[in-house]
């Protein structure tokens, strides 16, 4: 739960972590791809692509979408965030882009692609809880998951400034380990689409129903966050966008359940 590595101050804990992350995407797209007949060197030009954008997109909604720059309030702010969604968003236009580019089923890609993000983004939260980013909110006395983050940790911070702590304490109050939450969600949820993917052929509904499954587990962990201030009564900006997805996304998915399969159909 500390920042760094051992006294190197350039090699951080989740950017080693996210590097362990992106490396285990790759590799199990590759596999995906290889499984599915497709060309695994469209992986290998995929990942760059997806990354750029998505992370352009992401830049642009922390500059514009309200709230986005909220940490805690007025005690501790931070403006410079990647934020995952619209991240995921912006890869998943340009899995969409390129597939058209290069005559491949956008939809299809996607699809090959969804389980192996799936466990990306588990790693991924592992490295947030080594950072001690994407904190929980303060947890009831005794309960046994609950973390305490150390000194300069930003749950400490915000703990003082909200007068929750002494300035000379060594660590924060226990929090819930919501980055560990949503790891261990995500890992199941990626077994589960692993899973239920052997029976559904239509491309387009493995990831719309791995879009669904994630909106649905990131709403229920947002409201055990302490990062982000309530936008929308007691909603985040997080949920809102999470509610949005599981929408559109319940929405589209009867009608990939139902299409038939189209090989390398351009999407």
Known sequence: MLPY??????????????????????????????????????????????????????????AVLPGERLIVGTGLSLERRVRLIPLALGGMAAVLVYGRATSQSGRQLLDLLAVPTLVGLA???????????????????????????????????????AGLIEADALRSLPVHPTQLYEAALLVLLALFMRWEAKGWDAPGGIALASIVGYATLRFGVEFLRADSLPLLGPLTLTQIQCGILFVVGLALLPGQLRAPARGHQRA
């Open 5 to 62: 590595l051992g006294d190197q101050a350039w090699v951080t804990a989740y950017g080693a972590v996210l590097l362990l992350a992106l490396a285990t995407w790759w590799r199990l797209a590759r596999r995906s791809a290889s499984k599915a007949g497709l060309d695994p060197s469209h992986v290998d030009l995929l990942l760059p692509l997806a990354l750029v954008i998505g992370i352009a997109l992401s830049a642009v909604a922390s």
């Open 123 to 161: 790693i991924q939260r592992v490295g947030c809880f080594l950072a001690g980013c994407c904190w929980g909110d303060t947890a009831v006395d005794g309960y046994p998951l609950a973390v305490a983050f150390p000194l300069g940790s930003f749950a400490w911070e915000q703990q003082l400034a």
